[in-house]
């Protein structure tokens, strides 16, 4: 059993930054994607960036340039640094792991709120 929690976020102005965490508990052996994900009143779960066991990144077309996912291997931690923050960028933000087995799991999620 994986338990994934979050952390970091909080209110910030546009144009200011945040660096979510997410830290891993339990074996990341076999893990296969880790990613984050965020959810908007009113809209569905969208992703906002991954990150392969290769390190491969991907992001979604509207954080690209400000965001970066990386990883920690050593502390089973990954991040999420997030720059030049829009009001739209306001969410709960979710880390989730994908692993090879098909298994996935998810943090309990961190509230981010850009706004002045």
């Known amino acids: 059993q994986v338990q994934l929690v979050e952390s970091g976020g909080g209110l910030v102005q546009p144009g200011g930054s945040l660096r979510l965490s997410c830290a891993a508990s339990?074996?990341?052996?076999?893990?296969?994607?880790m990613g984050w994900y965020r959810q908007a009143p009113g809209k569905q779960r969208e992703l906002v960036a991954t990150i392969t066991r290769d390190g491969n990144t991907n992001y979604a077309d509207s954080v690209k340039g400000r965001f970066t996912i990386s990883r920690d291997g050593a502390k089973n931690t990954m991040y999420l640094q997030m720059n030049s923050l829009k009001p739209e960028d306001t969410a709960v933000y979710y880390c989730?792991?994908?692993?090879?087995?098909?298994?996935?799991?998810w943090g309990q999620g961190t509230q981010v709120t850009v706004s002045s």
């Open positions: 339990g074996s990341i052996w076999g893990i296969k994607t």
């Open positions: 989730n792991f994908a692993y090879y087995s098909g298994r996935q799991y």
